[in-house]
Every structure is written in structure tokens, then in C-alpha cells.
């Protein structure tokens, strides 16, 4: 077969049973299709006792190699496997495609039965890729960076370890908006505005608008509502009123840093996006449907 | 003085006696600088008895007449009389400001204290352009165009004469959306977020995104939640089940039609974009926070 | 077999060809159970050249009737079918059951399957009855009673024919509540919090709580929020402003009247409550559950 | 002057310059006015270098002291000082009046302008005496109590130190309701549901309403809806899955306790109620109307 693809790197959630099989059928049909793959290391335990059709051993690398050598990383698992992929596999040119575990993803849209057919699609090169942007969010303290990272859904600013409420002002492009009191703030790229800015009372935004939504979570004053900005704006959240270290910032619900008062947090879309891939019948609104119970 | 507007024309909200007191002084303002001046047929009763400083009649005109002559239009009212004035004026080039009646609105942002001063700065140049686009909303009957309109701030469909939900199909560039029962479906611009959307429970879009918010009203499923697509977008909304004429379709809340079953309205941005005219210092989240009692 | 109930009404949603089977079926079970059988006129034509096992004809009478000689009454349909014969039966002491098309209602929880096997054990008197409350909503126009109306669901007040919002005042056992701008105001049952009031944002009442929550419909200020009041409380709306007859009072969204400038709306608790039988195992979180897409 | 109360007890908001000077006031009007004073061990710095007319010294004692010895208690600060006074006199009769810092709140109503002649009104009976209810939460683990507290606003459990969402099961009079991620539940008496619940989003109760309201936080599913259920159910809460502890639970924002996996807790409504004194002229509505911006 000819394909688009030449080498090929498996991630997949880790310690998960369902994870082990699909993965399995995939070196097994990769392997016979006559594409190199790299596991990473997060199903590296797969490859034990296992070895490619021409009984070579099966590669075992980290995810960066895998964005370094691979021009395709699949992955399976649920959509929090994929935005933890695509955080780190942010800096390389390679795209991602999500293969769900029988529960259709988000992100994750590649149903796992007759994958061989599925993969074959895609592999082919009939396929349809989305450019999807990234948010950076860097924290700083007194003038310096003193943290940072990526995020593929939101950045959170969000009280924790305290019932009360946070006081938060913002800034969009320099410009003061308001200063809230809430649980927190959500800032979401298109991509996260069907999670956890949803819950929060957020709008759905099409995955390729280019804009943010920014969510205040149960604010105090009833009309903060969410706002939808330009993709392309600075936005400033600073830390009003902090003390004892009981407000943090949470880049894609996974990674998290503690803040104090005065901290300020600056969000901005990444440059680089991310390529997703999705099967050709791909239909957002499809999914919105299947997920929201739509009719 | 040297003024970037030669001729003006001036637009008031018909029969409202603060507009009056404004108007005319704005007529001997812009006379007293040299400035053609030309009354709109909304405001004419207020050339009565009234001339110009050289003893000429003050000239009468219709709104369309302002937009072929004039190279600036000073709205006094609220919002929805600029929201009219917008719609008239959208063939021409001509860019609009708006003076509110004490009290601030989101389009009429200028206030009649000390307006000679503030037209002063607007007319030596001095001043902030916005483009702010307007959506075309045509009704197709069996195949054929048999209405249309255009609206600055939304395009309404809902039910009329009726205590029952209506049902809607919607179509996003040819997509199937979903088929919603509710009381309607506001289809708004960056413009109309701040208006009845907002009220619908859509989110605020910052006024120069290009795009294009879809909420319904009233939804009998919770889950239909507003969604923001891409400001150049075909949008197309389908009366799936409407016996006895009781769906409406609405442009800016002013203009309507009433629909039957199988219509269908297609809505897209309109090319041209309304040139709109605030003071220098105008700050769009300053106006959110004194309407929106922020803070 | 002892049954509790000697005499039973049916009532069926007009013109449904689903509901006659169902009828039917239930006019053959009940005779043969030895039950007097009334059919309503909604579904008298079932009667045409049908007779009851001992060859008498089937009977046909009005609603009325059926809630004076029967001690039960089966509605086949949907939830609206069974809010139009509670307020017809408002006045009675029947007991009201209702039997879905397949489709579970909230009000209509017998499921047509195993009909008889249900309906056995409602007649042996094996089943869970409910009180549940109806509001009256009267129209005052100077001074006068000039029109009313029974909800088993809710009052609601909105504009018609008309674009813009309307404005009214509430009251609340003769305090002021506040003056709001919106597309209406909904005065709901408990029965009616999971029906048009939860589209409006209010929150699910459970059934048999004494409370009537209000639920403002895309209110402008946007902290006009459901306010839940003590069931016993007298409420009163005041058409603020509603030049040309453009707004209108509901009763279930069945009913409704068109109201003027001045009119007031007075809507209280009917003091008889209608008895609703659900078979012995009713849940209403189950019902919930399964309306609501919950887990 | 005759007086209705004999003994006052202060309480203040601790460490707060504003509220010495109101807290001293009263004091002086209280002494002159022949009442007995207790100071709240929360204020009793005030009493430092000062005394009573008669020259004996200002007695400082423990707020149970005041519940056990006092026939009234003013507290001077916010609606949070007071909340934590009335879980302290829960179990005294003594009813509580709440002066405000010039700002007003929802509970401490009477406003530091004119005290003296507003305190006049009271003392001599002029007064509106109202029941609000309190509600107990206590935590169960592996059948056994190990913590419990009281919330005149709310009882909530809520993620802590975790930016994923929690599982969450509810019962009411042990009735399976659901099991809902979110967040966070708040479950809030009436007196609450204009604090954190209407945050939340869920609706107003009147203040002597017998009803709770149990508010989803940022629920996964959006049809996650507020219910108000009869004030005198049992309610149910379990971790259904939180490794690591990272649950807790919160009363009236003010104490908590981590929860585990498993832990339940049983919410329901005390049986002593509070007594909240307003000055004669109290309307909840306008305190409504002015606190949410209402017109």
C-alpha cells in the first residue's frame, strides 16, 4: 500500500486495559502495512514479550522522538489523553489522530471498530486535518516568568483550597474589563469550549474560529458574562486578592501552579497549531449532536 | 476650522422632545462652524420657524438623501434609532455617530453634555472608526426570494400569535445544525450580542470579531446552547413546523415577515461594513461595565 | 375482580391514530374486567360500530360528565392531552391516570405496554396518588374581572405579535416586586416547572412542594432571576406598557387572551388540588432521569 | 425607656476599624438607654480603657455567653459576620439583628445612619421578627459520624486541590436522584439561595420559604438543573469517587472538612429555628432590587 504516512507513533492512555488491545491491533496492522512504529512510553509495556512480523524487537520511545521521527502520532484514549499529546507534542510539525475507546471523543473521533478500514482511509491520505490553535499562559511574579504552559482546551485562574470566593481583574489587549469576584476563570480556545467552559455557561465556539472565550465560573455579579474575543488578543489576569496561596492556574485541567496575590497571568495564542486528523465523513456538528443529546 | 466633514446629516428619534433640544443644538453648532447641514425627514418638524445664521431655510431631506451627500451622520436617539438609521444607510459610504439622550447606550455613545466640545474633536478628525458588519436575511418560499431584510444588531426567527415552541431546522454552510423546538432562534451580531441576545443567554462578542452568534430562545432541549461560527458563515434556518402562519422572522426587532412551514431563511453578512464613529477615548468595556453594572 | 374504581372515563388526544389503539384496547380490558366504561367525546368516534361485550353500545359523553359519574379517568396521550382534561376536571373529585404513546411524559407515566397487567393493579387500588395543585389566573381590566382562566401548568404573560419586549410589574402579595422588561413572565406549578418554565431558566420544583416559582423570560436586566414563592402566595402582573393590544395572557399554553395597557393578571392557588394516580412504583427522579438525558 | 430587650449582646466583625466605631456607639446609646451590655469576645478589644456611664467596666464575654444571658444580639459587620453568629446561637433563642458597615446586605439589614433612632424602634417592640431556618450537615464515614456542622446559607461539597471535576451521588428522602461531575453541590436553605447558590445559578426563595435548593456547580450535564425540594427532606450526598481526598465539604463557606471516597453526608433542616430581626419597615424585595440592580 502506498501511504502518506511512513512511521507512525502509538500513544494511549496509561494503565487502561481497553487502551492494550486497541493498541496491539494497531502495531499489528501498521506492522503488516509496512509502517515503521514507535510506541511511547506511556503503553511502552505493550511491546514486552511482543516483537514485529520480522521478529525485530518493537521500538520503545519517549513522546518527543515520536514527534522528532514519526510524520503521524495516534492516539488512544479519551480526549484528555489526546490534549495531554498535543501539549507536548506542540513544538513538532506532526499531526494527531484520536481513536476513542467505543465512547465517541471530542477530540478523540476514530471509533475503535473495523479500525483496520478506518486506519486504511486515513492512511491513504483521505482524511480531512484541522488547524486547531493552542493557548500559552505564562505566570508572572514581581516582572518575571516565573511559570508556564501550554494548554489545548483552557487556562484556568481559580480559587482552590478556600470555599470563598477569588477577586480576579482582567485585561484584554492592555484594556481594563472588570474586576470579578467568582470561583475562577476560564480562558478557552475554540477547541476547549465544548468542555469545561460549557459547564461553566460558555457558548460553543466552532473549533477553527479563531477567537478565546473567556467564562467567569459562578460569578458574584450575575451580568459577568462570558465574553468571545478576537484569537489574536493579550489576555492579563491578575491576581487581586490572594492571601495564603489559595488561588491557582490550570492549564488543561492537568497541570496546575499555585498563585499569590499580585501574580498576573498572561494568555496568548501559540503560533504554531496543532494538525488534528479526522476521518473524511468528519462532521462537527455530528458529534455535538451525539454528545449533547440533540433530538 | 478645518473640518474633516463638510456636510452633515442629522437623524433624531422621531417625536421625542428631548431630541429636540439636542438637534437644534447641534444645527447652530455646525452652522456656526461652517458645516453644510442637512435635517432628516425623522427630525424635519424641527425646521419650522427655524433658519440658518446667513437666513437660508434649514434643508429637509430624506435619510437616503443624507447618504448619497453627506460624509457623516449624527444619530440622536438610543440604540434603536441608530440601529434604523444603520440599516437605511447601509448602500452608502457614509459613517454614523451616535449622540444618546443622557443616558448611554452601546451604538449612541456620545453624550449630549458638552457636545459642542465633543464635536469639536469628531470633526477636526479626532475620533475612533469601527467597522461593524450587517447581516442579510433573505426568506425563500419554494425556491423563490419573497422577502428580505437587513439588521445591524440580529435576525430573529420565532414564534408569533402562538403559546406553543415552534420548530426549527438549522443549517450552518450547508450543514445540518440540528432541529430545535423553542420559542426561537436569534441569529446576532457582534453588534446585537450586547442586545436581545444577551438576554436570550449568548455570550458578548468583543464588537469587531468576525463572527456570527446563533442562540436560541427558550430551548426544550438544555443543551442547545448558543454557538459561534465564523462571521462569514451561510447560515440557514428552516420552519419545519409552523401551521397557520404563526412564525415570525425579525430584523434588528423592527422589521418582520411571517413565515409558513418549509420557508427558509438564509442569512450572511453583508459586504459593505457600517462605518461607526466614536469619540476618541471610546473604550467598548467601559460602556459594558456602566450598562452591565459591573463593579 | 374487586376493583376500587366501579366506573371509568377514557380521553384520548383527538385525531391520533396511536391513541385509538390504546383506547381500544383499554374499552375491551375494562369491559371484560366488568367496568362501566365512559368514552369521552375526544375520542368518540372509536365508538362507530363498536360495541361492548354484552352487545350494548359503547357510551359517549362529555368531559363533564365523565367527572361526574366517573370515580376514574385514563387519559391516552401526551402531557398536554392530560393538562386539558385536568382543567376540565378541575371542578370534580375524579382522579386523573394517564397513558403515554411510548413516549414518556411527566403526566402520562403508564407506558402502553403490558397495558392490562398495569392496569390491574391500579384497579385492585394498587397505585400511588398525588396531589397536585392548579393556579387561577384572572384578568382585571378597570376594576373588573373580565377574564380567567385555570393552569395546571402555568400562567404565563408574554408579548405577541410583536418584536420588542414588554414591560411589566409584580407583585407579590401586594409588595412590589420589581418593574421587568422581557419577552414575559411565566407563573409556574410545580407540575409545570419541568415543562416551558425549566426552557426559561427556572429550576425543577419537585411535584407535591407548596411553591409557585416565577421565571422571567429573557429578561433584559439580566439579574431578573426565578424567584420561588410559598404556594399560598398572591401574585399579581401589571401590563406596564403595551400599546395596540400586543401582549397576552396564557393558561398552558392552551388557552390565552389578549391583554391592554393596565391590565392586571392575578394568579393564585385554586384551593381544590387535582388527584394524579401513578402506578405503585412511580419515581419522579426516575422520570426525570430518563426526560433529561441524566447519566 | 421601655424597653422589650433587657440584656444586648455586640458582636462585630473582627478586626475591622469601621466597625469599632458603629460597635462603641451602640454601646453609649445602649448604657444610656439603661440596657445591660455583653461584648462579644470578637470586639472585646473596644472595651479597652473604656467603661460604662456608672464607671463600672464594659463586660466582655464569649459569644455562648451572650446566647445564654442576652434577649438580643446586634451584629455589626456583613451578612458573613452574622452567618457565623447565628451558627454559634444556634442553640440559644436568642433572636439577632444585623447592623451593616453603610453598605447593605442580605441579612444585616439596619443601616449605621440615624442608629439610635432606628435602635429606638426596636427596643420598644416596633420590630419585624422572622423564622429562617438552618440546616444540619454531618459526614459519615464507613457508617460512623466524624464531622458535622451547621450552614444558615448552604451546605457544599466541592472539589478542593483539584482542577478535575468530582462524582457526585445525591439521594432525597432516600431517593436516588443522580450521580452528577461537577464541581461541586451546594445545598442551600432559602436564606442562602441569594448568596453562592444564585452564583451557581440557581433561583430566589423567599426567605421563609420551607424549602431547600440543591445547586449543581459547573455540572457536566448541562440538563443538571437546580431543584428546590420540601424543607423539611433528608438529603444525601456521596463521594462517589475521589482518590486523594480531594472532595471537601463546606458550611456556610466558613468551615470545612476533606472528604473520601464513600463518605456521605446527611443534610437536613434543624429543628430549632433562628430568629432574624428586621427593622418594621423591612421589604425582602427591596433588598432585592437593590442589591441586584434591579430598574
Known amino acids: 500500500m502506498h501511504t502518506t504516512f511512513q512511521t507512525v507513533g502509538l500513544i494511549g492512555k496509561r494503565d487502561d486495559t481497553n487502551v492494550a488491545e486497541t493498541v496491539t491491533a494497531l502495531i499489528r496492522y501498521l506492522d503488516s502495512s509496512g509502517i515503521r512504529v514507535l510506541l511511547d512510553e506511556s503503553v511502552s509495556p505493550?511491546?514486552?514479550g511482543s516483537q514485529m512480523a520480522d521478529?525485530?524487537?518493537?521500538?520503545?520511545?519517549?513522546t518527543e522522538t515520536i514527534g522528532e521521527q514519526c510524520d503521524l502520532a495516534i492516539v488512544v484514549g479519551g480526549d484528555g489523553t489526546l490534549l495531554s499529546a498535543a501539549r507536548t507534542l506542540a513544538d513538532y510539525q506532526i499531526p494527531l489522530a484520536g481513536v476513542n475507546l467505543g465512547r465517541?471523543?471530542?477530540?478523540?473521533?476514530?471509533?475503535?471498530?473495523?479500525?483496520s478500514n478506518k486506519m486504511d482511509e486515513i492512511l491513504r491520505g483521505h482524511y480531512l486535518e484541522e488547524r486547531r490553535f493552542l493557548l500559552q499562559g505564562d505566570v508572572y511574579r514581581e516582572g518575571e516568568r516565573i511559570a508556564g504552559g501550554l494548554a489545548f482546551n483552557d487556562v484556568v485562574v481559580h480559587k482552590w483550597n478556600l470555599a470563598r470566593m477569588i477577586e480576579l481583574e482582567t485585561y484584554i489587549n492592555d484594556r481594563f474589563v472588570n474586576t470579578q469576584r467568582s470561583d475562577g476563570l476560564i480562558i478557552s480556545t475554540p477547541t476547549g469550549s465544548s468542555a469545561y467552559a460549557l459547564s461553566g455557561g460558555g457558548p460553543l465556539l466552532y473549533p477553527t474560529l479563531n477567537a478565546i472565550v473567556l467564562v467567569p465560573v459562578c460569578p458574584h455579579t450575575?451580568?459577568?458574562?462570558?465574553?468571545?474575543?478576537?484569537?489574536?488578543?493579550?489576555?492579563?489576569?491578575?491576581?487581586a486578592d490572594s492571601n495564603e496561596e489559595r488561588?491557582?492556574?490550570?492549564?488543561d485541567g492537568q497541570d496546575s501552579f499555585s498563585l499569590r496575590s499580585g501574580d498576573?497571568?498572561?494568555?496568548?495564542?501559540?503560533?504554531?497549531?496543532?494538525?488534528l486528523i479526522h476521518p473524511?465523513?468528519?462532521?462537527?456538528f455530528e458529534t455535538l449532536r451525539a454528545k449533547l443529546h440533540w433530538g
Open 46 to 48: 505493550l511491546a514486552d
Open 104 to 115: 465517541l471523543g471530542f477530540l478523540v473521533d476514530i471509533s475503535p471498530d473495523h479500525l
Open 247 to 251: 488561588t491557582q492556574v490550570t492549564w
Open 222 to 239: 450575575l451580568s459577568n458574562r462570558p465574553i468571545v474575543v478576537d484569537g489574536d488578543s493579550h489576555i492579563e489576569v491578575v491576581v
Open 55 to 62: 521478529g525485530s524487537p518493537i521500538e520503545c520511545v519517549t
Open 264 to 275: 498576573r497571568i498572561k494568555i496568548y495564542k501559540r503560533e504554531r497549531e496543532l494538525r
Open 280 to 284: 473524511a465523513n468528519h462532521d462537527y
